[in-house]
């Protein structure tokens, strides 16, 4: 057996299906996604990205579709559906626009999967089916001096007759302005480093508790990200998620998971720059014939289509590991690198190939070109993802 072969016969399902073949309902479910992103999404994108806002009644037909509480259960409320539900979703999204994958991911992958994984029956039941069918989630972990280092966070939680005290601010929380339920994460012991983490399940109108500043940013505009302030926030006790000084873990999980969404989104935006760039080649003449005709044209699609190909496997094998209980840490990494890289490059060729179009609002891959450029950083840069990666073959 060589090293780093996966070990044949592990896992009989996985050993036995195609990374791209899909049940039945998995097929459904992603076309259906992408037919409402088509209808209800594609009209909206372009006025989202100028005014760095999504309506509240698209938000309300994203609950309406059922793509806000995948994983739910049905005795909660929500769809019932896996994690690769969730991925396919994503990506169908993020095919017409990443701001609304991204909104859908953080919902999905980070929230309601920590709710689902660490609340108890009483967290489970007051905010899973609020989280499945009116109540957006936000994840707040990163702090001003605490990004790649998110565990050297300075918020702290003090506790009180009732419950915890917060206090801090949390800057780039994606959601902060839709959002009616926050995961946040405060320390309960400064001077224990990782080990006072705690993360408490915090609720828009808890007193003390206010939505700051929203960031004008260079892509997924539509996607809020914002300040938020914690300002003597009172926090009952049953609303800590998870053990006291246990946070680190649900953060560390739970970002292990939503990297495999990142990487879904980047597949999504970069299939839906190929397809641009496909039809208006095909459409464009110069030179008397269209562009798609010249054989250094076709190689470049080519090239990017390939790069997406494997990209793309990337994401269903961290997905299809996850789902079936399997290691996947080094494989969530690889695939948040690799498909950020390739939706970097082929959403730039997707410019290229527009020509002087490419550069202007009219047409829709220069927004797809500066939405691709956030996978290389929310969620652990790029140099993050290297590092775990090396430490897990070198060992
Ligand atoms: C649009 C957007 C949405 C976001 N949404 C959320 C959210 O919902 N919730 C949340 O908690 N956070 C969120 N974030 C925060 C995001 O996760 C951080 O920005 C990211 O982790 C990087 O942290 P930083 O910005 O502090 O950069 P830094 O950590 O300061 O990194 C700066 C540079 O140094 C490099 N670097 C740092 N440490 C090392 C090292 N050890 N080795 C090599 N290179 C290193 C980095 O790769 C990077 O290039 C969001 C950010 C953005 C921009």
Known sequence: MLEGMPTPGANETLATRALTTFEEDETLFSQSVYEFADREIRPLVRSMDEQGSIPRSLIDKLF?????????????????????????????????????????????????????????????????????????????????????????LSSHAVESPDGFILNGRKLWITNGNEADVFIVFASVNLDAGYRGITAFVVERDFPGFTVGKKEDKLGIRASSTCELLLEDCQVPRANVLGEIGKGYKVAIETLNEGRIGIGAQMI??????????????????????????????????AQAATELEAARLTVYNAARLRVAGEPF????????????????????????????????????????????????????????????????ILG
């Open 329 to 392: 840490l080094k494989e969530a990494a690889m695939c948040k690198l690799y498909t950020s890289e390739v939706a970097e490059r082929v959403t730039s060729l997707a410019v290229n190939l527009f020509g002087g179009y490419g550069f202007v609002k009219d047409y829709p891959v220069e927004k797809l070109y500066r939405d691709a450029k956030i996978g290389q950083i929310y969620e652990g840069t790029s140099n993050l993802q290297l590092q775990t990666i090396a430490k897990q």
């Open 64 to 152: 309406d579709h059922g793509v806000m509480g995948i994983e739910i259960p049905e005795a909660h409320g929500g769809a019932g559906a896996s994690f690769f539900h969730a991925i396919l979703g994503i990506e169908a999204l993020a095919r017409v626009d990443p701001s609304i994958a991204a909104l859908v991911d953080v919902q999905n992958t980070l929230v309601i999967n920590a709710v689902m994984r660490y609340g108890g029956d009483d967290l489970k039941e007051r905010y899973l089916p609020r989280l499945g069918s009116s109540a957006v989630g936000a994840y707040a972990l990163s702090e001003a001096g605490s990004g790649s280092d998110a565990f050297a």
């Open 268 to 301: 999504g935006l970069t299939q839906g720059a190929l397809d641009h760039a496909i039809a208006y080649t095909k459409e464009r003449r110069q030179f008397g014939k269209a562009v798609a005709d010249f054989q250094g044209v076709q190689f470049q699609l």
